[in-house]
């Protein structure tokens, strides 16, 4: 995905250990085709009470399917579903505007509408490039899907018409 200024996008900017691969696994719900992701993202956004509940293993899947309830998986068991989660899940409700886009910076569809309408562009992306360069991105404990937001900004920057501010 490009950015307006022409750059490539990398949904994956923050440095990142791959966990262990949960395979070709399907979501035993919908089957959709799960991402690895590590215990330390479950163990973050897992709400408290439902922490025991983590297997041991180092296998867990993530569920993108934006119709279904499950967030975590295992290869033929469900884990965990969104009311499961202390976060709502960005690709779980794509329509909701206080829905994190990025977890670490608080970039949501509605911050981003209200800068675009007030200044006529968006600096997300900018500020979230500069902040991963400072060493001060940790996905893999924020954000439900384990991995860099970037990817969901952009969804969130070019997959929507915001409209443009009239002057008077």
């Known amino acids: 995905m490009e ?32 991402k690895p992701v590590q215990r330390i993202t479950l163990r973050s956004l897992i709400k408290p009470e439902q922490r025991p509940r983590i297997p041991p293993g180092k296998e867990f899947c993530f569920c993108r399917s934006t119709q279904c309830e499950v967030v975590y998986f295992r290869p033929n068991e469900v884990l ?12 779980k409700e794509p329509n909701n505007p206080n829905v994190p886009a990025c977890y670490c910076f608080d970039w949501t569809l509605t911050k981003i509408r209200d800068e675009i309408l007030a200044t006529g562009k968006s600096t997300a992306i900018d500020q979230i490039k500069n902040q991963v360069k400072k060493g001060n991105c940790y996905c893999e404990v924020t954000n439900p899907q384990g991995s860099c937001c970037l990817g969901n900004v952009a969804k969130v920057l070019f997959g929507h018409n915001f409209g443009t501010r009239t002057k008077k």
């Open 3 to 34: 950015s307006t200024d022409g750059e490539l996008i990398n949904e994956s900017c923050c440095e990142f250990h791959p966990p262990t691969a949960c395979g070709p696994a399907k979501c035993p719900s919908c089957g959709e085709l799960g």
């Open 80 to 91: 965990f579903k969104k009311t499961d989660l202390s976060v709502p899940v960005t690709v």
